[in-house]
């Protein structure tokens, strides 16, 4: 099976598609970094004698926690996209194109489900890696990494938050375990063109059906007010919804694994047979 996934991983890699998702994803991380974070160099010195105030610290400027652009909020929008555009589609076009027949000669149908679902899941996670851990390279690169300050007010966590203690003690910790995070649950939440790709009649509709389903999960958790979070307030590192607690993330994972045990690993869950 090891030589099925990586087959199926360099497809879903070494297409044009990835390289523009990643590229697209550094790109909103530079403009990041050379609109909102550059410019707080120049007030770097002026805390040096003022012992009582904390300079801008790389930790509380990475665009997972910076409240005060539009950039954060477009990445978060488009994650679900760039995650879904390198492979989420593939298992859709094997069985439309019946490419999934010359693949199935070679390989038990146990072997290739598994190997297609971790590709589109190995190319999600990295999509929507890459960029968030690319702005904190670039922020740490220019601001000091100074502890936050809880009194400062300069991010809204407090210690009720998820994991906000873990924030202001090891802010590392926390800005890694939210990027792996996102990355898991990003990958996931595309593993929903699987699920639903037998469904789907054109290519376009698997590509779209995570990114359609994300904002329509948002736009329904504001309109209706519900105490329930969505996958985007879910995922925003400042965390914009009070109450986040660690099983609200979790229904949704096993929800995303129940569907697509049931719809892509289940005999039947594939309009595909020879």
Known sequence: MGKVFRFELSRALGGIRFRLCAASGLLIALLHCITSVLPLTKWLDTWREKPFLTPHSAYTHWIGLDLATVLPVLLFTVLPLFAALPAADSGWWDRDSGYINHIRLRCTDRQYSVSKAAAVFVSAFLA???????????????LPC?????????????????????FYHHPVLYI???????????AMWTTLALSLSRWMRQ???????PFILYLLAYFADIWSGSA?????????????VDGVRLWMPCVFLAG??????VCWFAPGGRDDAI
């Not at 851990?133 to 220019?142: E, G, Q, R, W």
């Not at 100074?146 to 873990?166: H, M, N, R």
């Open 228 to 240: 329930f979070p969505s996958p985007m307030a879910l995922l925003l590192p400042f965390q914009p």
């Open 128 to 142: 929507a890696f890459i960029p968030l851990m690319a702005d904190f390279l670039f922020t740490s690169a220019v």
């Open 203 to 209: 290519r376009f509709q698997v590509l779209l059906t």
């Open 176 to 186: 890694l375990g939210y990027t792996l995070f996102d990355g898991v649950f990003l």
């Open 256 to 261: 995303l694994a129940a569907l697509l045990a």
């Open 146 to 166: 100074v502890l936050p300050e809880p009194a400062s007010g300069s991010v809204p966590l407090t210690d009720k938050d998820l994991f906000g203690a873990v």
